[in-house]
């Protein structure tokens, strides 16, 4: 057993969670995004009579289902987690309604103060400074790049670090007197036309504000080297996987997709016919499945991956919380002579502690190491997409 308390926030399909000193798990509400959705929901409810009977047969709603109409009907989502200035405040980033920000929450004091607005899509990664009044994050922006910013808090002055047709995400700072960053950068693809159709192999580089450099630290064509982070002494953590070419063809998979081509036919017919029946009886044709879970809730994006939580779900039938992505996610402590060690496996995200263990997600559980290489369980909740110790 534990003989200290592991104080945790995490992320679960957009929903906010805290682990507090008793090892129990509370939801977190946003006051702001909690007052734009009823805010959103009145306004929908007052001109609700005025889209009746406005649709005609076969339009776009009746085609796709409610869901494209009823996205603004959602609560705004957590996207992205970090520490505050102390071990009680947390930094996080929403997303929903039409509305993207960034938040600054007091966990004990309850009291949530806006960072940053913006009515498009708002950041997807943020760090604060362990010492300086500095936020550091990932903005996606038109033509399928993201480059990272930094704010400080101060004076409110927001400046684009990164630049070029890449995706760079997962800032950290560095601990220290100096300003520098360690992230994870992608190159991206292109059609003849310009369009994004792929990312290279993510790498890690380290880049310095005050000499205004950037090191490549960590790269190899063959993998993925996700969220890092580095410690004062130069140590170096990242989570490594194989790097997956969607232009590369398995003989195997292109035979098995020519075979399954008329059973996927006939899953497209029948899928047209049942969105008939529920137009029109307002019942499936089959009802085996039981109730219809919706779309979101059925897959999650972890670290760009799509993840089936119906087929995972399918893997772990007695509920022993298997984890939700294979023991090739994994997490690595590099030196700084280049010798690397493997900490954890099946590792979504982590954190490190001030003592040098690390807390750790596997999708389904979050887990602390131990200096003898085991890990022990803090609790059980699943997915957990984002996890981040506080002090």
Not at 59 to 72: D, E, H
Not at 149 to 160: A, P, S
Not at 263 to 274: H, K, S
Request: charged share 25%.
């Amino acid at each position: 057993m534990l003989g200290f308390f592991v104080r945790l926030a995490y992320i679960s399909q957009g929903k906010l969670f805290h682990l507090d000193d008793s090892g129990k798990s509370q939801e977190i509400e946003s006051a702001f995004a909690k007052e734009r959705f009823e805010r959103v929901e009145r306004a929908r409810q007052r001109h609700a009579w005025k889209g009746q009977n406005s649709e005609g047969f076969l339009s776009g709603a009746q085609l796709w289902g409610s869901q494209a109409s009823t996205r603004q009907d959602q609560p705004p989502r957590f996207l992205a987690l970090s520490r505050g200035r102390d071990s009680d405040q947390l930094i996080y980033t929403l997303e929903g309604n039409g509305i993207g920000g960034m938040f600054a929450n007091n966990l004990r004091e309850n009291d949530e103060r806006r960072l940053v607005h913006r009515s498009e899509r708002g950041p997807i990664d943020v760090c604060h400074h362990p010492d300086q009044p500095l936020l550091t994050f990932a903005q996606p922006s038109e033509g399928g790049v993201c480059h990272l910013h930094v704010r400080n808090l101060d004076t409110g002055r927001t400046d684009e670090v990164t630049e070029g047709d890449s995706v760079d995400r997962a800032p950290a700072w560095v601990p220290g007197p100096g300003r520098q960053i360690v992230f994870q950068s992608a190159g991206i693809g292109r059609n003849q036309a310009g369009d994004a159709m792929l990312l290279g192999p993510s790498h890690i580089a380290l880049l310095d504000l005050d000499k205004g450099s950037i090191d490549t630290l960590v790269e190899d064509d063959a993998f993925d080297f996700l969220t890092p982070r580095k410690t004062a002494n130069g140590d170096l953590y990242y989570i490594r996987r194989p790097h997956e070419d969607p232009a590369k063809v398995d003989p195997l998979t292109a035979i098995k997709d020519f075979f399954l081509i008329p059973f996927r036919l006939v899953g497209a017919v029948f899928g047209f016919l049942n969105l008939f029946s529920l137009m029109f009886s307002g019942k499936p044709l089959t009802t085996a499945g039981g109730k219809q879970v919706p779309a979101d809730l059925r897959r999650i994006v972890l670290l760009g991956r799509v993840i089936n939580l119906e087929k995972q779900a399918s893997r772990d039938p007695l509920g022993h919380h298997a984890p939700l992505v294979p023991k090739n996610w994994q997490l690595v402590r590099q030196k700084p002579a280049g010798e690397a060690d493997v900490i954890a496996e099946a590792v979504v995200s982590y954190d490190l502690l001030a003592d040098g263990r690390v807390v750790y997600t596997d999708g389904a559980r979050a887990l602390v190491t131990w200096e003898n290489g085991k890990s022990e369980e803090l609790c059980r909740h699943s997915p957990m997409e984002q996890i981040v110790a506080l002090p």
